[in-house]
Antibody, heavy 120, light 110 residues
Framework: QVQLVQSGAEVRKPGAAVKISCKASAYTFTSYAMHWVRQAPGQRLEWMGWINAGNGNTKYSQKFQDRVTLTRDTSANTVYMELSSLKSEDTAVYYC?????????????WGQGSLVIVSS | QSVLTQPPSVSAAPGQKVTISCSGSSSNIGSNYVSWYQQFPGTAPKLLIYENNKRPSEIPDRFSGSKSGMSGTLGITGLQTGDEADYYCGTWDGSLSAWVFGGGTKLTVL
């Protein structure tokens, strides 16, 4: 079945960067866009942006525009999310989620999540 | 403050029915499909309803969705204690050029 497996938990100091991976399996990787969503402790889901796994085009939420970079490695069926200039408020679980085929309408499936802790 | 407004919590007894609303605007729900996600504590969200009212094959028909104007609604009948979770609505917002989620609703089955 379609599966997204993310990298493990990370601990970073304020001002550092973190890069999380999301490996896809059981579907044609380049045919779907991948989104990233984060959830701070006890908070709502927050959309960060997406990458077209086929051509590498990206679109970012205005909130994260200056700090997030999404990339993909088609040979490894893997998408990466890098967040820079980390602050304590970036402590959250980060999820990748596959978009439906075609224009954006829903996300399924989701990765298991990667916890990022930002602390001095 | 979320672009989509959901009640923070709802509750009902086992076997009863509950509805969760998701209110938006013409730039989001009014012109795009609504999807719903179920999230248990410590786990990833799971797609529950897509394109306003469609269910993935593995989702029981106790779950339903609808949309009217600028609001979407999730309905759950025959409530079970295992339905206790957080529920989020989501859609594309054309004005923001961004995907938006509701603030989430915590369902308690008393």
């Amino acid at each position: 079945q379609v599966q997204l497996v993310q990298s493990g938990a990370e601990v970073r100091k304020p001002g550092a960067a973190v890069k999380i991976s999301c490996k896809a399996s059981a579907y044609t990787f380049t045919s779907y866009a991948m989104h990233w969503v984060r959830q701070a402790p006890g908070q709502r889901l927050e959309w960060m942006g997406w990458i077209n796994a086929g051509n590498g085009n990206t679109k970012y939420s205005q909130k994260f525009q200056d700090r997030v970079t999404l990339t993909r490695d088609t040979s490894a069926n893997t998408v990466y999310m890098e967040l820079s200039s980390l602050k304590s408020e970036d402590t959250a679980v980060y999820y990748c989620a596959r978009q439906n085929f075609g224009s954006i309408r829903w996300f399924d499936p989701w990765g298991q999540g990667s916890l990022v802790i930002v602390s001095s | 403050q979320s672009v989509l407004t959901q009640p923070p919590s709802v509750s009902a007894a086992p076997g009863q029915k509950v509805t969760i609303s998701c209110s938006g605007s013409s730039s989001n729900i009014g012109s795009n499909y609504v999807s719903w996600y179920q999230q248990f504590p410590g786990t990833a969200p799971k797609l529950l309803i897509y394109e306003n009212n469609k269910r993935p094959s593995e989702i029981p028909d106790r779950f339903s969705g609808s949309k009217s104007g600028m609001s979407g609604t999730l309905g759950i009948t025959g409530l079970q204690t295992g339905d206790e979770a957080d529920y989020y609505c989501g859609t594309w917002d054309g004005s923001l050029s961004a995907w938006v989620f509701g603030g989430g609703t915590k369902l308690t089955v008393l």
